[in-house]
Each structure stands twice: as C-alpha cells, then as structure tokens.
C-alpha cells in the first residue's frame, strides 16, 4: 500500500487547506516584519531614506498577520513590485536614487507577497467556510 506523505506546510509547501492558508499567511507576515526590521538597520547604517520602506513594510507585516486581509497583501505585493523595479532601474542606471538595496531581499519580499496573497485568497474564498480542528469556523 502507499501511504499519504505529509505534503509541506506554510511559506514554502502547497496550501491545501485553511490551516495551511492560515499558517502561510502567519509565516508571510514574520517574514515581511523581518526584512522590515533589516530594511530599518540597513537604513539607519547606510541610507536613512530606506527607514520609511521599513516602517511601511513593517506596518504591512502586522497588518497581514493581525487582518489576514487580501486588500493588505496586494498592497504587500505590489510594493514589492515597485521596489525591484526601483532596484531593476538603478542597477541599470536609468536611476539614481533609491533602489539601492540588496536585490535578494527585494526577491524575498516580493516571493514572500506573491505566497501572502496565495494564502490570503484561499483563506477567504475557498476555504472561507471549512471548519478548522478546533472545532469553529475563524
């Protein structure tokens, strides 16, 4: 007989159900509040203009794990999205300012979005109404 293998969960598996959506969407949150938190050393070591990227990164980050909100998680995404335009353009000098930041970390960010939103969909849509173990529909 084959027996089930227990499929990834969270930030890097495949959501499967409500309680993956709600663990992937938790995980998206650290992972964003973290790189905030980088955003802002960084900031404060080399360029204070990147303190303001980290204080709305680190805003959406408890946003997202406090709200699990779709509206919140595009914006996450689409934030992403223009910081590794910024990066894209000043790496090819079209820029000047901004954009400076490690090209990893805008990678990160906009992977760890681009999952948030996956989680935050599913979450409120096909599993809006799937009872989770406890026993209650959160």
Known sequence: MSEE???RTGL??????????IKTIKQASYVIIVMAIIYAVAGILTDPRLITDAFFYFILG???????SRIVSIITLIFSLLALLLF??????????GGSLVGIFVIILLIT???????????RGKYKDVISKGGKIE
Request: charge should be positive; proline fraction near 2%.
């Open 12 to 21: 890097l598996g495949r959501i499967l159900n409500r309680e993956d959506a």
């Open 62 to 68: 408890i946003l997202l794990f406090w709200l699990k």
């Open 88 to 97: 894209i353009l000043n790496k090819t000098g079209v820029v000047e300012e």
């Open 113 to 123: 979005s681009a999952k948030a939103v996956e989680g935050t969909f599913k979450l």
């Open 5 to 7: 293998k227990p499929h």
